[in-house]
């Protein structure tokens, strides 16, 4: 695990949650894919965003934090062997791999990596 990717959380609204987080808290907006369900914000210069993701195209979305790796398909193997119980198998993203497990307490997890975009990989 290397450094913090981005913090997920369920939104009801995203135009009140985009609201809220954007007006009231004053956080920049890094992306709108209302679309896909999804509207990220930065905090300060970080590169990690705060991803809300609306409840009704994610029924079961949870507060998670992903981290990165290297190599998700190696990590989960690794994880795996050790008795993580994964949500699913490691799916593709726009910058590469991820995929998400719960922790002992039930709270969610994911590991990401950036195999599409070499750039980033310093993270």
């Known amino acids: 695990m290397k450094v ?3 913090f997920f959380f369920p939104a009801e ?6 609201e809220f987080y954007q007006n009231i808290l004053g956080l920049n907006l890094k992306f709108d894919f209302k679309d896909k369900g999804m509207m990220a914000f930065n905090v300060g210069k970080e590169e990690p965003a705060i ?35 994964f949500l699913s198998e490691p799916f593709e993203i726009l910058t590469g791999m991820a995929v998400e497990f719960e922790d002992p307490s039930g709270n969610r997890l994911g590991i990401t990596d ?10």
């Open 4 to 6: 913090y990717d981005n």
């Open 13 to 18: 609204d995203l135009e009140k949650s985009r």
């Open 51 to 85: 991803i809300l993701k609306d409840i009704k195209m994610f029924p079961d979305v949870k507060p998670t934090v992903w981290l990165v790796v290297d190599d998700v398909k190696e990590e989960y193997q690794n994880l795996k062997n050790k008795g993580v119980n």
């Open 114 to 123: 950036y195999t599409k975009t070499p750039d980033k990989m310093e993270k």
